[in-house]
């Protein structure tokens, strides 16, 4: 398959120990591989820390690999810094068709560093967008040989090389000395949604409650500013009872998610626990139940739906078959 398309955003992988200047991106393409006149194109988008990528610049790169893929382009690689690429891949499933081949990755160990990982990882991804030609399993993040979906995907440690997984899904697929072998498929997700005006993005703020949490907390969002709110739960969604009224009265303005802080597992939405606070309270009482989604990922889910409506029933009836995803019933 030919029609390759790289954008480099910057990270880790193109990053010398100690100093704020790139390591030479032309090496690092030599090293995986990727000649300067063959068949894989290079755009080197942005040069910054994945902690300073704005969701405009991912909006600006959806529609760009949106244009490229009607033009003809085959798969699509994005380099970036790895510490929001589990949030980066899953705002690109959310504006990017699932059928358009999409591998984000990256580097644990900067380019100067003895076993450095990047280019390794970079000629795994080239691999891996030639594999899945087909297959429409939307982006995956391809990281020490192992390719996961965004919608489950943590980056679950600070350093170490293995620094990626999907905790109680695990791994869609492996690449080992450049064969690509497909372990499992994700349950197809809803959208890609329209492309929102960056200019105008709402404003979604996510809050992890911990014991004893300060009402405070949600006092603090409570101006008109802020269009919507992400509640990550202790357990299975539930919170201290002080929270729950400030919690309810938000709701009664703006769309406030409810998930677990855990990163797996689901909400208790049908009430195993019951009383003030509770996961089944809040949802009865206007918080939208977010099912599986992670915190982070349902911030900026609600980001994209708030940006097309505000209307409270459209904005619960979109996230419905989000919390439903998976879900078998009798």
């Known amino acids: 398959m030919g029609g390759i398309s790289l954008f480099i955003l910057g990270g ?44 405009a610049d991912l909006i600006a790169l959806a529609a760009e690999i949106g244009r490229q893929a009607a033009s003809g382009t085959k798969g699509f690689i994005v380099i970036q810094g790895t510490d929001t690429m589990e949030e980066t ?51 995956v993040i391809c990281m020490n040989g192992e390719l996961h979906a965004v919608r489950h995907v943590r980056k679950v440690d600070a350093g170490r090389i293995g620094a990626f997984a999907s905790p109680g899904i695990g791994p869609l697929g492996t690449v080992v000395t450049g064969r690509v072998r497909l372990l499992q498929r994700p349950l197809p997700q809803p959208g890609p949604y329209p492309l929102p005006d960056p200019a105008n993005l709402p404003r979604v703020a996510l809050v992890t409650v911990g014991l004893d949490s300060d009402p405070l907390l949600i006092a603090a969002f409570a101006s008109p500013d802020w269009q919507g709110l992400v509640v990550e739960g202790v357990g299975s969604g539930h919170v201290p009872q002080a929270l729950a009224a400030p919690l309810i009265q938000f709701a009664k303005q703006s769309p406030v998610i409810l998930v677990s802080r855990c990163g797996g597992g689901d909400t208790d939405a049908d009430g195993t626990y019951q009383g003030e606070g509770t996961a089944a309270h809040l949802i009865a009482n206007g918080l939208i139940d977010g099912g599986p989604l992670q915190g982070r990922k349902a911030r900026l889910l609600l980001t994209i739906l708030l940006a097309r409506t505000t209307v409270p029933s459209a904005i619960r009836a979109a996230l419905v078959p989000w919390a439903g995803l998976g879900l078998l019933t009798d």
């Open 12 to 55: 880790t992988i193109l990053s010398i120990a100690g100093k704020a200047s790139p390591a030479d991106s032309a090496a690092l393409l030599q090293q995986a591989g990727i000649e300067p006149a063959g068949p894989v194109s290079v755009t080197r988008w942005r040069n910054v820390g994945s902690q300073n990528l704005l969701m």
């Open 89 to 139: 891949g899953f705002l690109l499933s959310l504006l990017v068709p699932a059928d358009i081949p999409l591998v984000l990755t990256g580097a644990m160990r900067t380019a100067d560093a003895p076993g450095a990982d990047g280019p390794g990882n970079l000629n795994d991804s080239l691999c891996a967008v030639r594999a899945l030609s087909g297959l429409a399993l939307g982006p």
